[in-house]
Protein backbone atom coordinates (compact mmCIF):
# COMPACT_ATOMS: atom_id res chain seq x y z
CA UNK A 1 0.00 0.00 0.00
CA UNK A 2 3.12 2.41 0.78
CA UNK A 3 4.68 1.56 -2.07
CA UNK A 4 1.36 1.84 -4.51
CA UNK A 5 0.84 5.27 -2.34
CA UNK A 6 4.99 6.62 -3.19
CA UNK A 7 4.50 6.00 -6.82
CA UNK A 8 0.82 7.75 -6.91
CA UNK A 9 2.30 10.86 -5.07
CA UNK A 10 5.64 11.26 -7.23
CA UNK A 11 3.58 10.90 -10.69
CA UNK A 12 1.14 13.27 -9.12
CA UNK A 13 3.81 15.99 -7.90
CA UNK A 14 5.63 14.94 -11.81
CA UNK A 15 2.68 15.71 -13.26
CA UNK A 16 1.77 18.93 -11.47
CA UNK A 17 5.48 20.22 -12.26
CA UNK A 18 4.96 20.18 -15.83
CA UNK A 19 1.12 21.16 -16.03
CA UNK A 20 1.60 24.34 -13.66
CA UNK A 21 4.50 25.47 -16.20
CA UNK A 22 2.15 25.16 -19.00
CA UNK A 23 -1.02 26.50 -17.46
CA UNK A 24 1.44 29.66 -16.29
CA UNK A 25 2.32 30.10 -19.75
CA UNK A 26 -0.71 29.48 -21.39
CA UNK A 27 -3.04 31.88 -19.07
CA UNK A 28 0.19 34.40 -19.78
CA UNK A 29 -0.61 34.18 -23.16
CA UNK A 30 -4.32 34.29 -22.86
CA UNK A 31 -3.71 37.93 -21.11
CA UNK A 32 -1.73 38.87 -23.54
CA UNK A 33 -4.02 38.09 -26.22
CA UNK A 34 -6.69 39.77 -24.98
CA UNK A 35 -4.77 42.64 -24.21
CA UNK A 36 -4.12 42.69 -27.49
CA UNK A 37 -7.59 42.36 -29.07
CA UNK A 38 -9.17 45.21 -26.55
CA UNK A 39 -6.45 47.17 -27.77
CA UNK A 40 -7.30 46.88 -31.58
CA UNK A 41 -11.08 46.60 -30.85
CA UNK A 42 -10.76 50.02 -29.18
CA UNK A 43 -8.32 51.56 -31.82
CA UNK A 44 -10.94 50.65 -34.58
CA UNK A 45 -13.99 52.42 -32.57
CA UNK A 46 -15.30 55.31 -34.95
CA UNK A 47 -15.62 57.41 -31.84
CA UNK A 48 -11.83 57.23 -30.88
CA UNK A 49 -10.76 57.40 -35.12
CA UNK A 50 -12.70 60.84 -35.32
CA UNK A 51 -12.16 62.27 -31.69
CA UNK A 52 -8.26 61.80 -32.90
CA UNK A 53 -8.74 62.86 -35.58
CA UNK A 54 -10.86 66.19 -34.52
CA UNK A 55 -13.66 65.58 -36.09
CA UNK A 56 -15.53 65.05 -32.93
CA UNK A 57 -14.93 66.31 -29.28
CA UNK A 58 -12.13 64.66 -27.61
CA UNK A 59 -13.53 65.08 -24.58
CA UNK A 60 -15.80 62.13 -25.33
CA UNK A 61 -13.02 59.71 -24.95
CA UNK A 62 -12.38 59.56 -21.65
CA UNK A 63 -15.93 58.37 -20.54
CA UNK A 64 -16.06 56.01 -23.62
CA UNK A 65 -12.48 54.48 -22.55
CA UNK A 66 -13.63 54.06 -19.17
CA UNK A 67 -16.84 52.27 -19.58
CA UNK A 68 -14.87 49.84 -22.35
CA UNK A 69 -12.35 49.60 -18.89
CA UNK A 70 -15.14 48.72 -16.61
CA UNK A 71 -16.63 46.02 -19.47
CA UNK A 72 -13.71 44.68 -20.07
CA UNK A 73 -11.79 44.05 -16.72
CA UNK A 74 -8.33 46.03 -17.47
CA UNK A 75 -6.18 47.88 -15.57
CA UNK A 76 -6.14 50.96 -17.68
CA UNK A 77 -6.71 52.18 -21.72
CA UNK A 78 -4.86 54.80 -22.14
CA UNK A 79 -5.67 56.73 -25.90
CA UNK A 80 -2.74 58.78 -27.30
CA UNK A 81 -2.42 61.25 -30.46
CA UNK A 82 0.37 61.23 -32.36
CA UNK A 83 1.82 63.59 -30.25
CA UNK A 84 2.30 60.78 -27.43
CA UNK A 85 -0.61 63.31 -25.65
CA UNK A 86 -2.62 61.25 -23.18
CA UNK A 87 -6.60 61.56 -24.34
CA UNK A 88 -8.16 59.31 -21.45
CA UNK A 89 -6.43 57.62 -18.04
CA UNK A 90 -7.48 55.82 -15.19
CA UNK A 91 -6.68 58.82 -13.48
CA UNK A 92 -8.02 61.92 -14.69
CA UNK A 93 -4.76 63.97 -13.63
CA UNK A 94 -2.86 62.02 -16.24
CA UNK A 95 -4.91 63.23 -19.49
CA UNK A 96 -3.18 65.68 -21.50
CA UNK A 97 0.29 64.10 -20.07
CA UNK A 98 2.82 63.55 -21.92
CA UNK A 99 3.67 59.54 -22.34
CA UNK A 100 7.56 59.40 -22.23
CA UNK A 101 8.05 55.35 -22.51
CA UNK A 102 9.87 54.06 -25.43
CA UNK A 103 7.97 50.58 -25.41
CA UNK A 104 5.47 52.76 -27.72
CA UNK A 105 8.08 53.50 -30.39
CA UNK A 106 7.17 50.76 -32.76
CA UNK A 107 2.99 51.65 -32.22
CA UNK A 108 3.63 55.05 -33.27
CA UNK A 109 5.18 53.88 -36.57
CA UNK A 110 2.24 51.42 -37.26
CA UNK A 111 3.16 48.26 -35.49
CA UNK A 112 1.05 46.20 -33.01
CA UNK A 113 3.44 45.24 -30.00
CA UNK A 114 3.58 44.14 -26.62
CA UNK A 115 5.78 45.04 -23.50
CA UNK A 116 6.18 44.89 -19.73
CA UNK A 117 7.26 48.18 -18.69
CA UNK A 118 6.82 50.53 -15.39
CA UNK A 119 4.52 52.80 -16.08
CA UNK A 120 2.51 56.00 -13.87
CA UNK A 121 0.36 52.80 -12.33
CA UNK A 122 3.51 50.69 -11.67
CA UNK A 123 4.73 47.56 -13.68
CA UNK A 124 1.98 46.12 -15.96
CA UNK A 125 1.80 44.32 -19.52
CA UNK A 126 1.06 46.63 -22.16
CA UNK A 127 -0.52 46.16 -25.45
CA UNK A 128 -0.20 48.74 -28.39
CA UNK A 129 -2.60 49.44 -31.35
CA UNK A 130 -2.04 51.69 -33.78
CA UNK A 131 -4.93 53.85 -34.54
CA UNK A 132 -6.07 54.43 -38.63
CA UNK A 133 -8.24 56.66 -40.34
CA UNK A 134 -10.33 55.49 -43.32
CA UNK A 135 -7.60 56.79 -45.77
CA UNK A 136 -5.06 54.65 -43.72
CA UNK A 137 -3.66 57.99 -42.22
CA UNK A 138 -2.07 57.18 -38.45
CA UNK A 139 -3.98 59.48 -36.26
CA UNK A 140 -2.59 57.90 -32.75
CA UNK A 141 -2.26 54.58 -30.42
CA UNK A 142 -4.05 52.35 -27.83
CA UNK A 143 -2.72 51.50 -25.25
CA UNK A 144 -4.45 48.73 -22.85
CA UNK A 145 -2.42 47.48 -19.66
CA UNK A 146 -3.11 44.63 -17.26
CA UNK A 147 -1.26 45.07 -14.32
CA UNK A 148 1.63 42.40 -13.44
CA UNK A 149 0.21 40.88 -9.95
CA UNK A 150 -3.11 41.00 -12.01
CA UNK A 151 -1.62 38.42 -14.34
CA UNK A 152 0.19 36.92 -11.70
CA UNK A 153 -2.75 36.56 -9.09
CA UNK A 154 -4.39 34.94 -12.24
CA UNK A 155 -1.67 32.41 -13.08
CA UNK A 156 -1.37 31.45 -9.38
CA UNK A 157 -5.05 30.98 -9.57
CA UNK A 158 -4.82 28.64 -12.59
CA UNK A 159 -2.14 26.83 -10.45
CA UNK A 160 -4.03 26.43 -7.71
CA UNK A 161 -6.77 24.24 -9.60
CA UNK A 162 -4.34 22.29 -11.00
CA UNK A 163 -3.15 21.75 -7.52
CA UNK A 164 -6.13 21.09 -6.10
CA UNK A 165 -7.04 18.71 -8.86
CA UNK A 166 -3.62 16.72 -8.06
CA UNK A 167 -4.50 17.10 -4.08
CA UNK A 168 -7.80 15.48 -4.81
CA UNK A 169 -6.18 12.86 -7.13
CA UNK A 170 -3.89 11.74 -4.66
CA UNK A 171 -6.98 11.19 -2.36
CA UNK A 172 -8.23 9.11 -4.72
CA UNK A 173 -4.98 7.27 -5.31
CA UNK A 174 -4.25 6.76 -1.63
CA UNK A 175 -7.94 5.02 -1.47
CA UNK A 176 -7.03 3.16 -4.34
CA UNK A 177 -3.81 2.06 -2.61
CA UNK A 178 -5.94 1.02 0.13
CA UNK A 179 -8.97 -0.70 -1.63
CA UNK A 180 -5.63 -2.58 -3.77
CA UNK A 181 -3.82 -3.66 -1.14
CA UNK A 182 -7.21 -5.33 0.73
CA UNK A 183 -8.10 -7.20 -2.65
CA UNK A 184 -4.25 -8.13 -2.74
CA UNK A 185 -4.07 -9.28 0.88
CA UNK A 186 -7.13 -11.33 0.53
CA UNK A 187 -6.34 -13.07 -3.04
CA UNK A 188 -2.85 -13.77 -1.43
CA UNK A 189 -4.55 -14.85 1.36
CA UNK A 190 -2.83 -12.11 4.21
CA UNK A 191 0.91 -13.65 3.22
CA UNK A 192 3.66 -10.93 2.12
CA UNK A 193 5.66 -10.80 -1.08
CA UNK A 194 8.52 -12.55 0.03
CA UNK A 195 6.07 -14.82 1.68
CA UNK A 196 4.69 -15.73 -1.56
CA UNK A 197 8.20 -15.84 -3.20
CA UNK A 198 10.04 -18.22 -1.03
CA UNK A 199 6.49 -20.22 -1.47
CA UNK A 200 7.16 -20.30 -5.33
CA UNK A 201 10.80 -21.56 -4.75
CA UNK A 202 9.59 -24.52 -2.44
CA UNK A 203 7.11 -25.42 -4.78
CA UNK A 204 9.46 -25.63 -8.19
CA UNK A 205 12.32 -27.29 -5.65
CA UNK A 206 9.34 -30.29 -4.79
CA UNK A 207 8.08 -30.24 -8.53
CA UNK A 208 11.94 -30.95 -9.78
CA UNK A 209 12.24 -33.66 -6.73
CA UNK A 210 9.49 -35.95 -6.92
CA UNK A 211 9.65 -38.75 -9.52
CA UNK A 212 6.55 -38.81 -11.15
CA UNK A 213 6.35 -36.18 -14.29
CA UNK A 214 3.78 -33.50 -13.52
CA UNK A 215 1.87 -30.88 -15.90
CA UNK A 216 -1.01 -29.07 -15.31
CA UNK A 217 -3.26 -26.95 -17.15
CA UNK A 218 -5.84 -23.71 -16.46
CA UNK A 219 -9.41 -23.69 -17.24
CA UNK A 220 -8.45 -22.62 -21.31
CA UNK A 221 -6.05 -25.73 -21.69
CA UNK A 222 -2.78 -23.49 -21.48
CA UNK A 223 -0.07 -25.77 -19.90
CA UNK A 224 1.11 -23.41 -16.88
CA UNK A 225 3.53 -26.24 -14.91
CA UNK A 226 5.54 -28.32 -16.09
CA UNK A 227 7.96 -30.45 -13.77
CA UNK A 228 11.82 -31.91 -14.62
CA UNK A 229 10.86 -35.27 -14.60
CA UNK A 230 7.77 -34.25 -17.16
CA UNK A 231 10.13 -32.75 -19.47
CA UNK A 232 12.34 -35.70 -19.27
CA UNK A 233 9.42 -38.33 -20.41
CA UNK A 234 8.33 -35.91 -23.49
CA UNK A 235 12.33 -35.45 -24.32
CA UNK A 236 12.38 -39.85 -24.56
CA UNK A 237 9.17 -39.46 -26.46
CA UNK A 238 10.60 -37.16 -28.72
CA UNK A 239 8.70 -34.14 -27.38
CA UNK A 240 11.41 -31.32 -26.80
CA UNK A 241 9.64 -28.15 -27.72
CA UNK A 242 8.64 -25.37 -24.48
CA UNK A 243 5.41 -26.59 -22.62
CA UNK A 244 4.69 -23.71 -20.86
CA UNK A 245 1.73 -21.47 -22.16
CA UNK A 246 1.21 -23.93 -24.97
CA UNK A 247 -2.32 -25.45 -25.88
CA UNK A 248 -2.20 -29.21 -23.99
CA UNK A 249 -3.63 -30.72 -27.01
CA UNK A 250 -1.03 -29.32 -29.65
CA UNK A 251 1.83 -30.27 -27.35
CA UNK A 252 0.46 -33.91 -26.09
CA UNK A 253 -1.44 -34.73 -28.78
CA UNK A 254 -3.32 -37.66 -27.29
CA UNK A 255 -4.03 -36.55 -23.72
CA UNK A 256 -7.62 -36.37 -22.31
CA UNK A 257 -6.71 -33.78 -19.70
CA UNK A 258 -9.66 -31.57 -22.63
CA UNK A 259 -12.28 -34.14 -21.46
CA UNK A 260 -11.75 -34.10 -17.81
CA UNK A 261 -11.65 -30.57 -17.91
CA UNK A 262 -15.12 -30.74 -18.92
CA UNK A 263 -16.37 -33.11 -17.46
CA UNK A 264 -14.75 -33.02 -14.05
CA UNK A 265 -14.06 -36.20 -13.44
CA UNK A 266 -10.72 -37.86 -12.68
CA UNK A 267 -9.68 -40.22 -14.17
CA UNK A 268 -6.89 -42.54 -12.52
CA UNK A 269 -4.30 -44.88 -13.27
CA UNK A 270 -5.32 -44.55 -17.20
CA UNK A 271 -2.67 -45.81 -19.56
CA UNK A 272 -1.30 -43.65 -22.41
CA UNK A 273 1.30 -44.25 -24.96
CA UNK A 274 3.54 -41.42 -26.30
CA UNK A 275 5.35 -41.97 -29.06
CA UNK A 276 6.51 -45.71 -27.80
CA UNK A 277 6.74 -44.43 -23.99
CA UNK A 278 4.49 -46.25 -22.37
CA UNK A 279 2.94 -43.89 -19.10
CA UNK A 280 0.68 -44.35 -16.24
CA UNK A 281 -1.26 -41.01 -15.64
CA UNK A 282 -3.52 -39.68 -13.27
CA UNK A 283 -5.70 -36.68 -14.41
CA UNK A 284 -7.43 -34.84 -11.57
CA UNK A 285 -9.56 -31.23 -12.33
CA UNK A 286 -8.55 -28.69 -9.85
CA UNK A 287 -11.49 -26.91 -7.94
CA UNK A 288 -11.52 -23.52 -6.45
CA UNK A 289 -14.54 -22.46 -4.78
CA UNK A 290 -16.32 -25.43 -6.48
CA UNK A 291 -15.39 -24.12 -9.73
CA UNK A 292 -12.86 -25.88 -12.28
CA UNK A 293 -9.62 -24.06 -13.12
CA UNK A 294 -7.65 -26.64 -14.27
CA UNK A 295 -6.20 -29.93 -14.60
CA UNK A 296 -3.05 -31.33 -12.65
CA UNK A 297 -1.66 -34.83 -14.39
CA UNK A 298 1.22 -36.87 -12.81
CA UNK A 299 2.36 -39.74 -15.08
CA UNK A 300 5.62 -42.06 -14.93
CA UNK A 301 7.05 -44.46 -17.21
CA UNK A 302 5.73 -47.54 -16.27
CA UNK A 303 7.37 -49.88 -18.75
CA UNK A 304 9.01 -52.29 -15.65
CA UNK A 305 5.48 -52.25 -13.33
CA UNK A 306 3.79 -53.11 -16.71
CA UNK A 307 6.10 -56.04 -17.12
CA UNK A 308 5.10 -57.15 -13.59
CA UNK A 309 1.89 -56.15 -14.09
CA UNK A 310 1.77 -58.59 -17.11
CA UNK A 311 3.63 -61.02 -16.21
CA UNK A 312 1.17 -60.98 -12.79
CA UNK A 313 -1.32 -61.62 -15.60
CA UNK A 314 0.74 -64.59 -17.06
CA UNK A 315 0.25 -65.93 -13.36
CA UNK A 316 -3.52 -65.70 -12.83
CA UNK A 317 -3.67 -67.44 -16.16
CA UNK A 318 -1.45 -70.21 -14.42
CA UNK A 319 -3.49 -70.48 -11.45
CA UNK A 320 -6.70 -70.56 -13.25
CA UNK A 321 -5.38 -73.34 -15.04
CA UNK A 322 -4.24 -75.09 -11.82
CA UNK A 323 -7.42 -74.41 -10.39
CA UNK A 324 -9.22 -76.07 -13.45
CA UNK A 325 -6.74 -79.12 -13.01
CA UNK A 326 -6.93 -78.74 -9.47
CA UNK A 327 -10.76 -78.86 -9.16
CA UNK A 328 -11.22 -81.74 -12.09
CA UNK A 329 -9.10 -84.11 -10.47
CA UNK A 330 -10.72 -83.17 -6.77
CA UNK A 331 -13.68 -84.39 -8.88
CA UNK A 332 -12.56 -87.49 -9.89
CA UNK A 333 -11.18 -87.71 -6.58
CA UNK A 334 -14.34 -87.64 -4.80
CA UNK A 335 -15.91 -90.28 -7.28
CA UNK A 336 -13.14 -92.41 -6.45
CA UNK A 337 -13.29 -92.31 -3.00
CA UNK A 338 -17.41 -92.96 -2.77
CA UNK A 339 -16.95 -95.90 -4.98
CA UNK A 340 -14.35 -97.19 -2.57
CA UNK A 341 -16.75 -96.32 0.54
CA UNK A 342 -19.08 -98.51 -1.95
CA UNK A 343 -17.16 -101.14 -2.56
CA UNK A 344 -17.21 -101.56 -6.33
CA UNK A 345 -13.87 -102.26 -6.89
CA UNK A 346 -14.69 -103.48 -10.28
CA UNK A 347 -16.17 -100.55 -11.58
CA UNK A 348 -13.36 -98.21 -9.62
CA UNK A 349 -11.04 -99.95 -12.00
CA UNK A 350 -12.52 -99.46 -14.98
CA UNK A 351 -12.95 -95.74 -13.99
CA UNK A 352 -9.73 -95.42 -13.08
CA UNK A 353 -8.50 -97.17 -16.46
CA UNK A 354 -10.33 -94.66 -18.43
CA UNK A 355 -9.18 -91.53 -16.91
CA UNK A 356 -5.49 -93.01 -16.96
CA UNK A 357 -6.25 -93.46 -20.87
CA UNK A 358 -8.14 -89.97 -21.48
CA UNK A 359 -5.51 -88.19 -19.39
CA UNK A 360 -2.63 -89.86 -21.42
CA UNK A 361 -4.25 -89.58 -24.88
CA UNK A 362 -4.60 -85.88 -23.90
CA UNK A 363 -1.51 -85.23 -22.87
CA UNK A 364 0.35 -87.27 -24.97
CA UNK A 365 -1.36 -85.52 -28.13
CA UNK A 366 -0.15 -81.91 -26.60
CA UNK A 367 2.93 -82.68 -25.15
CA UNK A 368 3.48 -84.53 -29.03
CA UNK A 369 2.78 -81.36 -30.84
CA UNK A 370 3.30 -78.59 -28.12
CA UNK A 371 7.44 -79.27 -27.38
CA UNK A 372 7.92 -76.33 -25.14
CA UNK A 373 7.05 -77.74 -22.04
CA UNK A 374 5.74 -74.26 -20.35
CA UNK A 375 3.21 -73.76 -23.01
CA UNK A 376 2.26 -77.25 -23.31
CA UNK A 377 1.33 -77.09 -19.43
CA UNK A 378 -0.74 -74.14 -19.64
CA UNK A 379 -2.69 -75.58 -22.54
CA UNK A 380 -3.00 -78.78 -20.58
CA UNK A 381 -4.89 -76.57 -17.74
CA UNK A 382 -6.68 -74.29 -20.71
CA UNK A 383 -8.41 -78.28 -21.91
CA UNK A 384 -9.14 -78.70 -18.15
CA UNK A 385 -10.91 -75.17 -17.90
CA UNK A 386 -12.88 -75.16 -20.93
CA UNK A 387 -14.36 -79.18 -20.14
CA UNK A 388 -15.36 -77.81 -16.76
CA UNK A 389 -16.75 -74.86 -18.14
CA UNK A 390 -18.82 -77.23 -20.48
CA UNK A 391 -16.73 -75.94 -23.83
CA UNK A 392 -15.32 -78.52 -26.12
CA UNK A 393 -11.99 -77.13 -26.97
CA UNK A 394 -9.35 -79.37 -29.09
CA UNK A 395 -5.67 -78.66 -30.92
CA UNK A 396 -5.66 -79.39 -34.21
CA UNK A 397 -3.91 -81.96 -36.24
CA UNK A 398 -1.82 -79.43 -37.44
CA UNK A 399 -0.75 -78.12 -34.37
CA UNK A 400 3.20 -77.79 -33.98
CA UNK A 401 5.33 -75.89 -31.70
CA UNK A 402 8.80 -75.98 -31.24
CA UNK A 403 11.21 -75.47 -27.73
CA UNK A 404 11.39 -71.70 -28.05
CA UNK A 405 14.36 -70.05 -26.37
CA UNK A 406 13.24 -67.34 -25.63
CA UNK A 407 11.35 -67.09 -21.85
CA UNK A 408 10.28 -63.72 -22.58
CA UNK A 409 8.67 -64.54 -25.85
CA UNK A 410 7.13 -68.04 -23.99
CA UNK A 411 5.46 -65.16 -21.33
CA UNK A 412 4.20 -62.97 -24.03
CA UNK A 413 3.21 -66.24 -25.92
CA UNK A 414 0.88 -67.15 -23.11
CA UNK A 415 -0.45 -63.69 -22.49
CA UNK A 416 -1.56 -63.98 -26.49
CA UNK A 417 -3.16 -67.47 -26.58
CA UNK A 418 -4.54 -67.02 -22.69
CA UNK A 419 -6.54 -63.91 -23.64
CA UNK A 420 -7.61 -65.43 -27.11
CA UNK A 421 -8.73 -68.94 -25.50
CA UNK A 422 -10.60 -66.46 -22.60
CA UNK A 423 -12.74 -64.47 -25.14
CA UNK A 424 -13.46 -67.52 -27.57
CA UNK A 425 -15.05 -69.42 -23.88
CA UNK A 426 -17.03 -65.99 -23.27
CA UNK A 427 -18.30 -65.55 -27.02
CA UNK A 428 -19.44 -69.74 -26.91
CA UNK A 429 -21.35 -69.17 -23.37
CA UNK A 430 -24.67 -68.36 -25.45
CA UNK A 431 -24.22 -70.75 -28.22
CA UNK A 432 -25.85 -74.24 -28.65
CA UNK A 433 -22.91 -75.48 -30.06
CA UNK A 434 -19.50 -74.33 -27.76
CA UNK A 435 -16.71 -75.38 -29.23
CA UNK A 436 -13.15 -74.02 -29.81
CA UNK A 437 -10.47 -75.32 -32.13
CA UNK A 438 -6.69 -74.06 -31.51
CA UNK A 439 -4.27 -74.19 -33.98
CA UNK A 440 -0.44 -73.60 -33.73
CA UNK A 441 2.18 -74.21 -36.27
CA UNK A 442 5.38 -72.90 -37.20
CA UNK A 443 6.43 -72.16 -41.02
CA UNK A 444 9.39 -70.29 -42.72
CA UNK A 445 10.44 -68.49 -39.48
CA UNK A 446 7.01 -67.70 -38.42
CA UNK A 447 4.49 -68.53 -35.73
CA UNK A 448 0.80 -68.99 -36.87
CA UNK A 449 -1.85 -69.06 -34.33
CA UNK A 450 -5.53 -69.92 -35.02
CA UNK A 451 -8.62 -69.90 -32.65
CA UNK A 452 -11.73 -70.06 -33.75
CA UNK A 453 -14.85 -70.72 -32.21
CA UNK A 454 -18.74 -70.90 -32.37
CA UNK A 455 -19.96 -67.47 -30.79
CA UNK A 456 -22.37 -64.94 -31.76
CA UNK A 457 -19.78 -63.36 -33.52
CA UNK A 458 -18.42 -59.50 -33.69
CA UNK A 459 -20.56 -56.45 -35.11
CA UNK A 460 -18.76 -54.50 -37.88
CA UNK A 461 -19.43 -51.39 -35.78
CA UNK A 462 -16.67 -52.78 -33.20
CA UNK A 463 -14.07 -54.39 -35.50
CA UNK A 464 -12.02 -50.65 -34.71
CA UNK A 465 -12.50 -50.66 -30.76
CA UNK A 466 -12.97 -54.48 -29.34
CA UNK A 467 -8.53 -53.32 -29.33
CA UNK A 468 -8.74 -50.44 -27.42
CA UNK A 469 -8.06 -50.46 -23.46
CA UNK A 470 -11.73 -50.52 -21.28
CA UNK A 471 -13.64 -51.49 -24.24
CA UNK A 472 -16.02 -54.34 -23.47
CA UNK A 473 -19.57 -55.61 -24.12
CA UNK A 474 -19.51 -57.50 -20.82
CA UNK A 475 -19.69 -54.36 -18.07
CA UNK A 476 -17.46 -52.75 -15.84
CA UNK A 477 -13.89 -53.56 -15.05
CA UNK A 478 -13.62 -55.36 -18.19
CA UNK A 479 -12.15 -54.82 -22.30
CA UNK A 480 -8.22 -55.48 -20.78
CA UNK A 481 -7.70 -58.53 -22.30
CA UNK A 482 -7.22 -57.40 -26.02
CA UNK A 483 -5.84 -54.87 -25.51
CA UNK A 484 -3.00 -56.33 -23.27
CA UNK A 485 -2.70 -59.19 -26.00
CA UNK A 486 -2.53 -56.21 -28.96
CA UNK A 487 0.27 -54.81 -27.03
CA UNK A 488 2.27 -58.10 -26.64
CA UNK A 489 1.88 -58.66 -30.58
CA UNK A 490 3.42 -55.28 -31.05
CA UNK A 491 6.20 -55.89 -28.70
CA UNK A 492 7.15 -59.19 -30.56
CA UNK A 493 6.85 -57.41 -34.36
CA UNK A 494 3.98 -59.99 -35.09
CA UNK A 495 0.46 -58.85 -36.52
CA UNK A 496 -3.58 -60.06 -35.56
CA UNK A 497 -6.49 -59.99 -37.80
CA UNK A 498 -9.77 -61.81 -37.50
CA UNK A 499 -12.95 -62.73 -39.53
CA UNK A 500 -16.14 -63.02 -38.01
CA UNK A 501 -19.37 -64.10 -39.01
CA UNK A 502 -22.76 -62.35 -37.12
CA UNK A 503 -24.13 -66.17 -35.55
CA UNK A 504 -21.17 -68.56 -36.66
CA UNK A 505 -18.62 -67.38 -34.92
CA UNK A 506 -15.05 -65.89 -35.09
CA UNK A 507 -11.96 -66.83 -36.19
CA UNK A 508 -8.47 -64.72 -34.90
CA UNK A 509 -5.39 -65.18 -36.91
CA UNK A 510 -1.81 -64.13 -35.04
CA UNK A 511 1.63 -64.02 -37.04
CA UNK A 512 4.88 -63.75 -35.19
CA UNK A 513 8.49 -64.45 -35.48
CA UNK A 514 9.70 -66.98 -33.74
CA UNK A 515 13.29 -68.51 -32.80
CA UNK A 516 13.85 -71.76 -31.23
CA UNK A 517 16.76 -73.73 -29.55
CA UNK A 518 17.83 -75.32 -31.94
CA UNK A 519 18.37 -72.02 -34.79
CA UNK A 520 17.86 -68.19 -35.00
CA UNK A 521 15.08 -67.31 -37.64
Excluded at 227 to 251: C, P, Q, W
Excluded at 490 to 507: D, N
Aim: a negative charge; aromatic letters at 8%; hydrophobic letters at 40%.
Amino acid sequence: MILTFIVITVSLLVTDFFISDNVGEATYKQLNTKAIEIAGVVANTPLIIEGLNEQKNQNEIQPFVEKIRGISGVRFITVMDMNRMRKSHPDPKMIGTYYANHDADLAFTGSEQTSIDYGSLGKSLRAFSPVYTADGKQVGVVLVGIMLDEVAATVMQSRYSVLFGSVCGLLVGMLGAWLLARKIKKVTFGMEPFVIAKMLEERNAILASVREGIFAVDSDSRITVVNTEALRLFHKAGISEDAVGKNVEDFVPNTRMQNVLETGEAELDQDQELEGVTLLTNRVPVLVNGEIVGVVATFRDKTEVRKMAEKLVDIKIYAEALRSQTHEFMNKLHVVIGMIHMEYYDELKDYVMKIAHQYQLEVGSVVRKIKDPVVAGFLLGKLSWAREVGVEMELSEECCLPDLSDSDMVTELITIIGNLLDNAVDAVQESTIKSINVKIIQSCGVLKIEVSDTGKGIPKDQYEVIFKNGYSTKGENRGVGLYIMKRSIVRLKGEITFVSKIGQGTTFYVSLPYRNKERFI
